[in-house]
């Protein structure tokens, strides 16, 4: 079955970059269909989704974020990646990586969730 | 963006109760709703998708129901396993948006 793995620092500096890479194991990246996405959650607060990319390339943001965010693929290490420029620590959050099929918002499975804080 | 408001945010139960959930949608998403549950220190699972299609595996106590801007999540008889927080989503326009979340607290 298909896994989600996060990786990345835990810890990223005021106004510098935060990068996160996820891990796709026991399946292919390339399925077609299937929609790569990220989200975050703050301490103790509620879900934002940040978008998607397909393996093809093709990507949506939410425009909240957009200005900063950019995500990538690389189909061959199975592993798709978000970049978030500026931070602040308003950027504090878990960040989790999930798959879903033609954007239908059913995000399964997920990956276990990386918690990065911004913090001098 | 379709904002999404859940209520209540929280709540307390017993076991064996029946608890309902509800999320309205700041405008006409048809069906396109999704339930999940988040236990602490976990990432969330999908419940229901469809707003009453009940995901495989997901115990037959769950269901949901609604149309249009109106939707609830019901839970009867409430186990152990189940006290959690739950999220709305809406899928009918980008961007997604969840709602703010219930928490299902042990009375």
């Known amino acids: 079955q298909v896994q989600l793995q996060e990786s990345g620092p835990g810890l990223v500096k005021p106004s510098q970059t935060l990068s996160l890479t996820c891990t796709v194991s026991?399946?292919?990246?390339?399925?077609?269909?299937?929609?790569w996405n990220w989200i975050r959650q703050h301490p103790g607060k509620g879900l934002e989704w940040f978008g998607y990319?397909?393996?093809?390339?093709?990507?949506y943001y939410n425009p909240s974020l957009k200005s900063r965010v950019t995500f990538s693929v690389d189909t061959s290490k199975n592993q798709f990646s978000l970049m978030l420029t500026s931070v602040t620590a308003a950027d504090t959050a878990v960040y989790y990586c999930a798959r879903d099929y033609y954007g239908s918002g059913k995000f399964d499975p997920w990956g276990q969730g990386t918690l990065v804080t911004v913090s001098s | 963006d379709i904002q999404m408001t859940q209520s209540p945010s929280s709540l307390s139960a017993s076991v064996g109760d029946t608890v309902t959930i509800t999320c309205r949608a700041s405008q006409d998403i048809r069906n396109d709703l999704n339930w999940y549950q988040q236990k602490p220190g976990k990432a969330p699972k999908r419940l229901i998708y469809a707003t009453s299609s009940l995901q495989s595996g997901v115990p037959s106590r769950f269901s949901g129901s609604g149309s249009g801007t109106q939707f609830t999540l019901t839970i009867s008889s409430l186990q152990p396993e189940d006290f959690a927080t739950y999220y709305c989503l809406q899928h009918k326009t980008y961007p997604l948006t969840f709602g703010g979340g219930t928490k299902v607290e042990i009375k």
């Open positions: 990319i397909y393996y093809s390339g093709s990507t």
């Open positions: 026991g399946g292919s990246i390339n399925s077609d269909g299937y929609y």
